[in-house]
């Protein structure tokens, strides 16, 4: 493997040993300080086997600090137990204050093991951060080093290796995740909370909803399967089921779900000489979506004359996408292209939904050291709906009008930071602005902000918070389609809350909440929503 001057390096400071006040005490009857200083007083002396007994008897004793776990790795290395220096300093890592150092020392340790992927990215991680700049440089002449060890490597040993592991590589791969729970509902039909009056209609009556609570299923199975041919491409097949599914069978038009199948191919190719990677995933999907169309009002399925259009929201999409990222040390760009067809039932006493949707976005990101990233988005997308008839300036949704296309502008920025290796949290904003093709009588502009929390204590355990508030300000558009209304004003809110706890690497527990909120001059769509469900998870 040629010749790395590990100890040079240590020599230097690298395994950066943090010894405190010596203490030379009797092994007998002492407490956890003693033992540790004790312990540091053998490391100084080189005598690492005793020194690992003394931080043994701290531990027993009661101590557990990222110092002891540090420090015991340190021993672990120059004992030459890497395996466990291992396990010891990863617990280090997880300390801010011993992050930086913890990570070369196990970029020292993997490369001792005979992981050089490891080492780099540990070594790659000391380099990245700028807490500790002479880390940060010696962090910096150890990936030189093994980059050039790794040149200077016979070719034909290289062949061999890359062909061994490319047997070794699986021929496919199978991921399976499925979720089901029990969750409870609030309000199940989005219904208005307070009585109003109707304007829509030309006799005015007031409307007083019914809010109806519920206990539901939800369900989520993933699958996928990959065929690894290609060196740096693997071809796939998914599908997806999505659904709720509420338990009172007064309550089942309030049941949903989907069913998605896609197949198309991954690509990522990695450089790390010159850190840089390439991905590009492509896609074609066909999905089948079931809803009942309801009346917020009580639940019940709405009908025209007499005839039930229950099935006006299910409808089948199908179209091709693809994504294309090129991502280098600090700086990424993205691009992505989507087009679909919707076809909804056929419901013959009232207009369709089918439409056609085109999608055309790109991003650019910048990461400012290890901690931080800003990224800016932008898209533009549209929906042409082929007999949908459009909305004139007075509110009139007249058959004799043109059809709808709606045509829309986003651009969006977000901002993240790292507080902690195990906790960050971010913010965005995206404005949108919406463009009815005809008269302008839908044209809308929409402001939204939000934010994301993510910390996870344990590898075990993980938290994840956030949400956003919208405001819409329309142009042309009257509350209940009215004129004398005057304009419709709209506000939405929404929070989401998700924890998981892992019992192992297939099974985990996981628990949710979600809450919404609209309010609107247009009273018909104004309403508050909360959701709470518990899960059980299997991964394969």
Known sequence: ?????????????????????????????????????????????????????????????????????????????????????????????????????????????????????????????????????????????????????????????????????????????????????????????????????????????????????????????????????????????????????YQDQELENANEYSHELSFGSTYHKEDEERERSRRIFSAFTIAQHDQTFFDPDDGNEYDVGGELIGDRYNYVRYGPEITWVQSYRKFALGLRLKGQLWNYDDTEVVPEYDHEYFVFGAHAQYKFGGTSLIRFTVDKYSRRYSDRPSFDLNGQQLITNPTVRYDYLAAGVTARQRITDNMWFGFNYEVTQREDRFQGYYDYMRNEYGFDFQWTPSPRFKVEFGGYYRTYDFDNTFAFHNPAIGIRTQEAVRGNLFTEYRFSPHLSIEAQAEYRERTSTDLRTQYDRTWYSLGVTWRQ
């Open 1 to 245: 493997m040629g010749i790395f001057p590990i100890e040079h390096i240590v020599k230097r400071g690298l395994a950066a040993f943090a010894l405190l006040t010596l203490c030379a005490s009797s092994a007998f009857a002492m407490t956890a300080d003693e033992a540790f200083n004790d312990g540091n007083r053998l490391f100084r002396d080189d005598l690492y086997w005793a020194a690992l007994l003394r931080y043994r008897q701290a531990a027993e004793a009661g101590m557990d600090n990222a110092m002891l776990h540090y420090n015991m790795g340190v021993a672990h290395y120059r004992a030459g137990q890497h395996t466990r220096a291992n396990q010891s300093l990863r617990r280090a890592v997880r300390s801010p204050n011993l992050r930086v150092v913890s990570q070369f020392n196990l970029g020292l340790n993997s490369y001792k093991l005979g992981d050089i992927d490891g080492a780099l990215d540990w070594f790659r991680q000391a380099r990245d951060q700028e807490e500790n700049a002479r880390i940060r440089r010696l962090a910096i002449e150890a990936i030189k080093r093994i980059n050039r060890e790794q040149e200077e490597t016979d070719e034909l040993l290289v062949r061999v290796e890359k062909r061994r592991e490319e047997q070794q590589r699986d021929f496919v791969n199978f991921d399976l995740t499925a979720t089901v729970g029990f969750g409870t509902d609030d309000n199940v039909y989005n219904s208005p909370t307070d009585p109003y009056i109707d304007f829509s209609d030309p006799a005015a009556p007031t409307v007083t909803p019914e809010v109806t609570s519920g206990a539901f299923i939800p369900v989520d199975v993933r699958a996928r399967y990959y065929i690894n041919s290609l060196k740096f491409e693997s071809f796939y097949l998914g599908y997806r089921l999505k659904g709720r599914y």
